[in-house]
């Protein structure tokens, strides 16, 4: 696995806030190539499960369709299957 991009804390920080904030008004984070360099070691990291990732990805909070919701299944199967190629 590559070396992560080094960010100086208070960057990181800032960095994870901007995403997050764009992500929560459901609009496309664009990131620059560096940063998705830095988002990719950090999932690599984390290596989540497909439930977690559906969990996470669901704009529902406390959904009971998690199971069966074919959008966001399908976005943690793609997320997955990126882990798979890499």
């Known amino acids: 696995m590559a ?10 920080y800032a960095l994870v806030e901007r995403i997050e904030r ?19 070691y950090a ?14 990805l669901c704009p529902v909070k406390r959904c009971d369709n998690r199971r069966s919701c074919i959008p966001c299944i399908g976005k943690a199967n793609a997320i997955i299957q990126l882990f798979k190629d890499v």
């Open 3 to 12: 070396e992560p991009p080094f960010v100086p804390p208070a960057e990181f």
């Open 22 to 40: 764009i992500a929560g008004r459901g609009r496309i984070v664009h990131l620059k190539p560096e940063t998705a360099r830095l988002c990719a």
């Open 43 to 56: 999932l690599r990291l984390t290596r989540p499960n497909r439930d977690r990732l559906v969990a996470y």
